[in-house]
């Protein structure tokens, strides 16, 4: 695989950072708690396209396909953008690749509406607080069903617009098979993974900012030789959490065996669990070395290290993860 950003994914990147820049900064983050969810951002998000972005242009969509939605959960996550972009995504996908001609489609791909995927069926749901579709595998069968928004995420450290919610009821589609669920399953890995990747980066941005600006004795504490190796490796785990994802959005796009002959969905699995211990790896070492201030609410450590954790447990357990690995990696054996 190439592992430059081809034109389309070098624009999507600059699209979405300057995007994020002007319009979701620490304070918007902040503001958006509990919920989890801005309006606002969801309403720039959807003038730029971004929310129909990865549907076929057939059904209006922008037509973009996993190895540049990739690039967008990577730049969402690294801002820490109050939105269910990843979800929405996943379930938007499915529902056009599947239906088509459902009713909310038109609406999910212009951002005007919002739909959430569930990792784990039905229970506690990302998105789900603030969407009015919740795709999902329900038995044997990828199923769509209405949601009436919450208006309130349950709790959660991560303050994301979680909510509970069932596959079951009147207002429900089948949309396809259990293959086609593990399909969009393998979509939620890869792009949650970028997003942690993402959230990675901006982590270690804090931390090596912070250390060069806190002064002990007179001189920086990033001086510090200690401190240094703390930080040493870290760049190189956020560079390694973002290829992985890149290279299984590449294989489940491509279909594709990688050079060490993992399948793609085994390759998804990898990633979401690298760029999950990745990100809490980073957001460890970003709160310790804020000290005290790591822990107060004006310091962004604590919203990185909060999101770390709870963007990498939504699906549940990742040991359960480990283990359905090892199955896939048998498979490939």
């Not at 037509?63 to 269910?84: C, K």
């Not at 951002?111 to 959430?116: F, L, R």
């Not at 949650?192 to 600006?213: I, N, W």
Request: glycine share 12%; proline share 5%; with cysteine.
């Amino acid at each position: 695989m190439d592992l430059d950003l081809s034109d389309e994914q070098d624009a999507t990147r600059d699209l979405l950072r300057r995007l994020f820049a002007k319009e979701v900064d620490a304070s918007v983050v902040r503001g958006a708690e509990r919920l989890g969810h801005s309006p606002a951002v969801w309403s720039t998000l959807a003038d730029a396209g971004i929310p129909g972005m990865g549907a076929p242009a057939s059904v209006g969509g922008g037509g973009a396909d996993l190895t540049v939605l990739v690039v967008a959960a990577y730049e969402a996550g690294r801002a820490m953008a109050p939105a269910p972009l990843v979800e929405h995504l996943v379930a938007t996908r499915a529902i056009a690749a599947h239906a088509p001609s459902h009713p909310r489609l038109p609406a999910l791909v212009a951002g005007s509406a919002i739909a959430a995927w569930a990792p784990a069926g039905s229970g506690l749901v990302p998105g789900a607080a603030v969407a009015e579709v919740v795709v999902g595998v329900d038995g044997a069968s990828l199923v769509a069903v209405g949601n009436l928004p919450a208006g309130a995420s349950g709790p959660n450290h991560a303050s994301a617009p979680l909510a509970r919610c069932t596959l079951a009821g009147p207002d429900r589609a089948v949309l396809g098979d259990a293959a086609a669920g593990a399909a969009a399953a393998d979509e939620w890995r890869v792009l949650t993974a970028a997003a942690l990747a993402g959230l990675s980066e901006r982590a270690l941005e804090v931390v090596v900012s912070y250390v060069k600006e806190r002064h002990q004795f007179g001189v920086p504490i990033g001086s510090f030789q200690a401190l240094q190796h703390g930080l040493a490796d870290l760049p190189g785990q956020v560079d390694g959490a973002w290829l992985l994802a890149h290279e299984a959005a590449w294989a489940l796009t491509t279909g594709a065996r990688t050079v060490t002959g993992a399948s793609p969905r085994a390759v998804a699995a990898m990633a979401l669990l690298f760029a999950g211990e990745v990100a809490r790896a980073v957001t460890a070492k970003c709160v310790q070395y804020h000290g005290g201030y790591g822990v107060a609410e004006e310091y962004d450590a604590q919203l990185l290290y909060r999101r770390a954790r709870g963007w990498s447990l939504v699906a549940g357990d990742p040991g359960d993860e480990l283990d359905r690995l090892a199955g896939l990696l048998l498979e490939d054996a």
